[in-house]
């Protein structure tokens, strides 16, 4: 079967992973119109604000954007008619970890995934090409296929790929246009094959043919799983490494610099911090344990199952120094936390380190000032919410305080705990800060950012992950 050009793209999911994603794609491709659909009205809304106050934060995006909307791209709120008129169609909907019932805390929550697929079958009333860009546990490609069969009309062929997204939010628009590699799973039919060339020519338009990959669907599954399984492990590594620079007085930086100039171990991904957040790490992770324990592998799970445990340790020694510096009390004391987003330069919270944090603090029954130059008010108080379900939201309200800048947020403080990586917390002018706190002042530093020496100068009493401490 030759493949066949693809001029209609739908993608249903408009958020971090399939927005900027099918943005790139109409840029790339001004032949190929495509549509962006989403349930979320008010998501779907700011995509189309007259003054690109877009819903996701995101640098590069609002040029694409602004370079694509109106022309080949489009964003909306009918699905039906998406699904219609669609050739290929990009499931980009989110995939939690299920909250209860078989695996929950593990296995991921599909259900929007299955409701996206039923969607399609219903309404489709010619053949398609079904892309699974979420990312889903293997074997979900079979499952929606077999949806898929079951439902369709006559004449309606479906096609399943499975086609991982490997951005990184913060970057995402420079690693879509410049990725490391595409990767397609396909059945090795030669149907399958056929629709796994057909979206290989989309990705053709900019990316060079070596970087496009093509697999199983099972492997392309299992290759996004295992891709962010082994980032995150560096990181833990990383981590377990750094609690034992701070016990012997070896620095991490250090550490980490002499490892990874090994070319076979290689630089990135060795920067000790206060743990990894992000909607994909612990939930990717999560679903490998699940997997393996299904297949009855239960060291493989245990294995894997370190990597997330690690992390929750690493978030839990941090706030434990924090404590025992400032005389092993905090009660009453003002502690200002500089970052909320799960790293630099995005507005998302999921799984953010900044969330645990406060919550112990919280309840070390201190107070806390938070500042974030992207993170929206209601988000915050969204999750510390969520983190501590029993306490109502006025009793969170009485403890935290939401700033809007970091100068406001250290005002009359006792510590000031840097959680994320933002550029403006190392030029921060912090001569001014020191003189607005309480003395003696300390800064916690959980992601390597600042000169610990220069702020030492100043008369801070400053400490660092993975290194004993200064002042
Ligand atoms: C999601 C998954 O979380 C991740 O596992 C996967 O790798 C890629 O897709 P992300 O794009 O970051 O990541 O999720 P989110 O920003 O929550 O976007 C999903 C969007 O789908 C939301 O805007 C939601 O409103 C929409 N949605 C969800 C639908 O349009 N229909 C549904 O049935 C469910
Ligand atoms: C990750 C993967 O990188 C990406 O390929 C996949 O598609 C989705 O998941 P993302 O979660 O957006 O992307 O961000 P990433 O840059 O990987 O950072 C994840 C977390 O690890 C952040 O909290 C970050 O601060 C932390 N991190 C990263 C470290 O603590 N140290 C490092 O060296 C790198």
Same mark, same amino acid.
């Given at each position: 079967m030759a493949s066949t050009k693809v001029t209609k793209v739908l993608c249903i999911g408009a958020g971090y992973v399939g927005g900027p994603t099918c943005a790139v794609i109409a840029l790339k491709c001004p032949h190929i119109t495509v549509t962006i659909v989403d349930l979320n009205q008010a998501r779907i809304d700011a995509w189309n604000s007259p003054d690109f106050k877009l819903p996701i934060y995101e640098p590069g995006l609002e040029d694409v954007v602004r370079a694509c909307r109106g022309r080949n791209l489009f964003f909306s709120t009918d699905v039906e008619k998406g699904i219609q008129e669609a050739e290929l169609i990009f499931v980009s909907v989110n995939t939690p970890t299920?909250?209860?019932?078989? /695996?929950?805390? &593990?296995?991921?929550?599909l259900n929007y995934v299955e409701l996206a697929t039923r969607q399609i079958a219903a309404v489709a009333t010619s053949s398609k090409i079904v892309v699974e860009k979420s990312t889903v546990p293997c074997r979900t490609a079979e499952s929606m296929r077999t949806i898929l069969e079951a439902n369709s009309k006559p004449n309606c062929r479906f096609d399943i790929l499975s086609n991982p997204e490997f951005l990184a939010e913060g970057t995402a628009i420079a690693d879509l246009f410049n990725p490391d590699r595409v990767l397609i799973g396909s059945l090795q039919t030669p149907e399958g094959k056929a629709a796994c060339s057909a979206l290989a020519d989309i990705y053709g338009n900019w990316v060079?043919?070596?970087?496009i990959l093509t697999v199983g669907l099972w492997s392309s599954e299992l290759s996004k799983l295992a891709a962010n399984a082994m980032l995150a492990q560096r990181i833990s590594s990383v981590n377990a490494l750094s609690a034992i620079c701070e016990a012997t007085g070896a620095n991490i930086d250090e550490v980490s610099h002499a490892v990874g100039y090994d070319s076979r171990v /290689?630089? @990135? !991904?060795?920067k000790a911090s206060v743990g990894f957040g992000g909607s994909c790490f612990q939930k990717d992770i999560l679903n490998l344990v699940y997997l393996s324990e299904s297949l009855h592998l239960p060291e493989v799970a245990a294995y894997w199952r370190q990597v997330v445990e690690m992390n929750e340790y690493q978030k839990r020694r941090f706030s434990k120094r924090v404590v025992d510096t400032l005389f092993n009390t905090i009660t009453g004391k003002r502690i200002a936390v500089l970052? !909320?987003? &799960? @790293?630099?330069?995005?507005g998302d919270t999921r799984e953010s380190a900044a969330i645990t944090l406060i919550r112990d603090f919280q309840s070390e029954r201190a107070f806390v000032n938070v500042y974030d130059p992207q993170v929206v008010e209601e988000q915050i108080w969204l999750d510390l919410s969520e983190a501590s379900p029993a306490s109502p939201l006025e009793n969170i309200k009485k403890q935290v305080k939401i700033c809007k800048s970091a100068l406001e947020a250290c005002k009359d403080a006792e510590a000031v705990v840097i959680a994320t990586e933002w550029k403006e917390f190392k030029e921060i002018n912090w001569s001014e800060v020191y003189k607005h706190m309480k003395k003696p002042a300390f800064v916690f530093d959980g992601r390597l950012l600042v000169d610990a020496q220069k702020l030492t100068d100043i008369g801070f009493k400053v400490t660092t992950i993975g290194r004993p401490a200064l002042g």
């Open positions: 299920k909250k209860s019932g078989v /695996g929950a805390g &593990f296995a991921a929550d060079p043919k070596k970087q /290689g630089p @990135k !991904f060795l970052g !909320f987003a &799960f @790293k630099a330069d995005t």
